[in-house]
């Protein structure tokens, strides 16, 4: 499964600095707005001890652990919904995304110009909050323009789709996300076309000093204050930090590193395993002498959507899984000795993926 998540935030609040950081790619860094002016695309490795401990016990030729596309978009500014800035290009850019990573600036840096002049990141969410609303509107209004003529002919569908239409409609005239509007699945699938911009999931990030990594500042105390009720995530990342972590060479020099500040895992580390929540993600395993690989998928799929993470042809043919638990295979130690005291399971469709699965897949076609 390909995650794609934006990166999103005003000029000049780390968005640029966090990306270079946290992904394969590096995107232009400097003391302006604007600086990144076409979407950089990046990939961060997912990282996840359990893989490492499973090769240990089968020696595969190779690893391959599960990605996470990270796409850093220009900068946005008031009036973005109607085109200022580069606003048009970044409206289109994120909606492509599955989840938004929202960077919010919590630190006083005099040498940083803020945009806005003052450090102040519920103001800023607010601003990129009030743009993509206006153009979610945008498209609602189109939408509804569309599906009115056919409600009135009768259209039972049509006349669904503008309930649900007009429902949102009124949520976002109030100053309110999409995301946080409570509504029916049944009903939420009529919009899910639309791909609505504040519908999308959403992390706050807040780029923090590195004397606030741990426990947070004044600034974060008023975000978190900001988005209760909006069932989104919210995480602490010094910028600052994971650019000096990119730069060390070696695992043992960044653990040593971490370990110096006071820091159980990298900024990293928390954010993926932040979208990952956020997204309902979870990561079954296929494990074999060729490879140990990693596959995301989301929680609650069954063992034939599972198996088409792989090819598409082992979900049309799927006949059945055999199924080890990560915690059995680490005290087994290999697939012989789980199969010989009974821990490997065979499994039909039915069969709810759980996280750490070690999953072979028997198909037909």
Same mark, same amino acid.
């Given at each position: 499964?390909?995650?794609?998540?934006?990166?999103? #935030?005003?000029?000049?609040?780390?968005?640029?600095?966090?990306?270079?950081?946290?992904?394969? +790619?590096?995107?232009? %860094? +400097?003391?302006?707005?604007?600086?990144?002016?076409?979407?950089?695309?990046?990939?961060?490795?997912?990282?996840? @001890?359990?893989?490492?401990?499973?090769?240990?016990?089968?020696?595969?030729?190779?690893?391959?652990?599960? !990605?996470? /596309?990270?796409?850093?978009?220009?900068?946005?500014?008031?009036?973005? %919904?109607?085109?200022?800035?580069?606003?048009?290009?970044?409206?289109?850019?994120?909606? !492509?995304?599955? +989840?938004?990573?929202?960077?919010?600036?919590?630190?006083?840096?005099?040498?940083?110009?803020?945009? *806005?002049?003052?450090?102040?990141?519920?103001?800023?969410?607010?601003?990129?909050?009030?743009?993509?609303?206006?153009?979610?509107?945008?498209?609602?209004? &189109?939408?509804?323009?569309?599906?009115? &003529?056919?409600?009135? $002919?009768?259209?039972?569908?049509?006349?669904?789709?503008?309930?649900?239409?007009?429902?949102?409609?009124?949520?976002?005239?109030? #100053?309110?996300?999409?995301? $946080?509007?409570?509504?029916?699945?049944?009903?939420?699938?009529?919009? &899910? *076309?639309?791909?609505?911009?504040?519908?999308?999931?959403?992390?706050?990030?807040? !780029?923090?000093?590195?004397?606030?990594?741990?426990?947070?500042?004044?600034?974060? /105390?008023?975000?978190?204050?900001?988005?209760?009720?909006? !069932? +989104?995530?919210?995480?602490?990342?010094?910028?600052? @930090?994971?650019?000096?972590?990119?730069?060390?060479?070696?695992?043992?020099?960044?653990?040593?590193?971490?370990?110096?500040?006071?820091?159980?895992?990298?900024?990293?580390?928390?954010?993926?395993?932040?979208?990952y929540k956020l997204l309902n993600y979870i990561t079954y395993f296929t494990v074999g002498v060729k490879e140990?690989?990693?596959?995301? @998928? $989301?929680? #609650?799929?069954?063992?034939?959507?599972?198996?088409?993470?792989?090819? %598409? *042809?082992?979900? &049309?043919?799927?006949?059945r899984a055999e199924v080890i638990a990560y915690e059995d295979y680490i005290h087994y130690g290999s697939e012989?000795?789980?199969?010989?005291?009974?821990?490997?399971?065979?499994?039909?469709?039915?069969?709810?993926?759980?996280?750490? *699965?070690?999953?072979?897949?028997?198909?037909?076609?």
């Open positions: 499964m390909a995650m794609q998540c934006g990166i999103v #935030g005003l000029p000049n609040v780390g968005k640029s600095t966090l990306f270079n950081a946290v992904s394969s +790619a590096k995107a232009q %860094s +400097a003391n302006f707005p604007f600086c990144t002016i076409e979407p950089n695309v990046g990939t961060i490795t997912v990282p996840d @001890i359990r893989m490492n401990k499973l090769a240990a016990l089968v020696n595969p030729l190779s690893l391959v652990p599960t !990605n996470i /596309e990270i796409v850093d978009i220009a900068g946005l500014v008031k009036g973005a %919904s109607k085109g200022d800035g580069l606003g048009n290009q970044f409206l289109g850019n994120i909606r !492509n995304t599955n +989840a938004i990573l929202h960077v919010l600036r919590c630190f006083d840096d005099d040498n940083i110009i803020h945009v *806005d002049g003052s450090v102040n990141p519920v103001r800023d969410k607010e601003i990129i909050d009030t743009e993509l609303q206006l153009k979610d509107l945008e498209s609602l209004e &189109k939408n509804i323009s569309k599906v009115f &003529k056919q409600a009135k $002919t009768g259209d039972k569908d049509a006349s669904k789709m503008l309930e649900v239409c007009e429902a949102f409609q009124a949520h976002l005239l109030k #100053g309110k996300n999409a995301r $946080t509007l409570e509504m029916e699945p049944e009903k939420r699938f009529f919009i &899910k *076309d639309l791909n609505l911009l504040t519908d999308k999931p959403v992390l706050y990030v807040c !780029n923090v000093d590195p004397e606030s990594v741990n426990n947070g500042n004044a600034y974060v /105390e008023a975000v978190k204050t900001a988005i209760a009720g909006e !069932n +989104a995530g919210l995480i602490l990342i010094s910028a600052a @930090i994971e650019a000096e972590i990119a730069d060390l060479e070696s695992f043992e020099d960044r653990q040593m590193f971490l370990l110096e500040m006071g820091l159980e895992k990298s900024g990293v580390e928390k954010l993926i395993h932040a979208a140990v690989r990693a596959w995301t @998928i $989301t929680e #609650g799929t069954k063992a034939p959507g599972a198996a088409g993470e792989i090819h %598409s *042809d082992f979900e &049309k043919g799927f006949i012989a000795a789980c199969r010989e005291v009974g821990k490997l399971r065979v499994e039909g469709k039915e069969y709810t993926v759980k996280d750490g *699965d070690c999953m072979h897949f028997r198909f037909n076609v």
